[in-house]
């Protein structure tokens, strides 16, 4: 795939891919670009300016447009280039995002609905229960459309969706650094869906060819228990990892998510935490409360495709824990996106994580960040007590640090926590 950009390496890895390899694989980047040159550097959003007049003030505001208007712009194209990539497997659903292509999710229909889909050339690939959400997928006629596909079951009564894919929110580039012993891993256990987890304690996969480790799912496994150097918000924790991509270019779908969700649940695992964006789903928002209800609590990052970006899912569901990231200087990345709500920010740049074979990377993106403020819940929320999440929670608000620039506090939540959870590359 061909660099669009300048910021293509920040970019995609908001819309979750990495520079020649597709988003089912996770992989990190080899590179990030400068940003552009400007005196003490690009604005974070949302930064108040103290002068209008003052010319270095303006041209660092006039950068940050225009580095939002190139992230939502290197987001669709990275979404149309997915498609032309794997024309098989994604296609583009209404609303522009990628999904699993030839397939639709209806929530719990009736028999009546799909023998009357049946006979309009549909066919079931599967029926299945998470937590007590049913849902079928089914197979779209030959030659139909997808977005053609959605409109029959629309008219035929059925609450449908896409299977909508869900891509990591970071990136990284390696360095030459050596690897050292990692966590013995006999603590609190948390829950990872992402690529697989090099080394965890449980693991499960959710799409063709998983379970299988990659960079991404390990890195964001290594911020919650350490070892290889990278000192974790949980020491020693345990993980649980979920796959949702192994080798499948269509992965990180909804219902693998959803399934996902399911499983940890089933484990006794009480926090989980998702570096993914994706849009809203209504099979994945069902499920999603159903883990709640069982005391399940889910820390989501809200991606890195810009503010302009719509709302980022599963970060915006209700009752999700919404994280963002800051740099070195305690400063909102640029390329963060937004949700309905944000709860807390965390360390995502300046930063080193590991990856697959005990390597340190240099990551940044909110994908980074989500899995820091996890660690911090589990160790307030070690077992699955909904009764406990409230006092739970007030544990990690009064860690959390409110010391960004004035006027840009309300853009990291309720403060920063773990702010000294960074693992520093030297």
């Not at 292509?101 to 690939?125: C, K």
Request: aromatic share 4%; glycine share 12%; hydrophobic share 45%.
């Amino acid at each position: 795939m061909k660099r669009t950009t300048r910021y293509l390496a920040i970019s995609m890895a908001a819309a979750g891919l990495a520079l020649g390899v597709t988003a089912g694989r996770a992989q990190l980047v080899p590179s990030l670009p400068a940003m552009p040159s400007l005196p003490g550097g690009l604005p974070s959003i949302g930064r108040g300016i103290s002068s209008l007049a003052d010319p270095v003030i303006e041209r660092m505001d006039a950068a940050s447009r225009a580095t939002v208007r190139q992230l939502e712009q290197v987001r669709r194209a990275t979404f149309t280039q997915l498609v032309r990539d794997h024309p098989d497997a994604i296609a583009l659903d209404p609303m522009g995002f990628p999904a699993r292509a030839g397939e639709v999710v209806v929530d719990a229909p009736s028999d009546a609905l799909l023998a009357a889909v049946g006979r309009l050339g549909f066919s079931v690939i599967e029926r299945d229960d998470v937590l007590g959400v049913g849902f079928v997928r089914l197979r779209v006629p030959p030659g139909q459309s997808l977005n053609a596909a959605l409109k029959v079951l629309e008219r035929l009564g059925g609450e449908v969706s896409a299977d909508q894919l869900h891509l990591p929110s970071g990136s990284g580039a390696p360095i030459a650094v050596s690897a050292s012993e990692g966590s013995a891993g006999r603590g609190t256990i948390v829950g990872v869906i992402d690529g697989g987890a090099e080394g965890a304690t449980l693991t499960k996969g959710f799409a063709t060819g998983a379970p299988r480790a990659n960079d991404h799912g390990t890195a964001v496994a290594s911020l919650i228990a350490g070892g290889s150097g990278i000192r974790g918000s949980l020491p020693g924790a345990r993980i649980a990892s979920a796959d949702v991509y192994g080798s499948d270019p269509a992965g990180g779908n909804a219902t693998a998510i959803a399934k996902a969700l399911g499983w940890l649940v089933e484990q006794r695992v009480p926090v989980a935490t998702i570096s993914l964006v994706g849009p809203a789903n209504p099979l994945l928002a069902r499920v999603v409360a159903a883990a709640q209800q069982r005391g399940l609590i889910i820390v989501a990052a809200v991606g890195n495709n810009g503010p302009a970006a719509p709302p980022a899912y599963p970060a915006s569901y209700p009752g999700v824990i919404a994280v963002t990231a800051v740099d070195g200087r305690g400063r909102s990345l640029i390329e963060a996106g937004r949700a309905s709500h944000v709860d807390y920010a965390a360390p995502g740049a300046d930063m080193l994580a590991a990856g697959v074979g005990g390597r340190r990377f240099k990551v940044r993106g909110t994908s980074f960040a989500a899995p820091l403020v996890a660690g911090r819940v589990a160790a307030a929320y070690p077992s699955l007590d909904p009764a406990r999440i409230r006092a739970a929670l007030a544990e990690i608000d009064a860690e959390a640090k409110k010391i960004g620039r004035k006027g840009e506090e309300k853009f990291l939540g309720r403060g920063i926590v773990c702010a000294d959870c960074r693992t520093t590359a030297q």
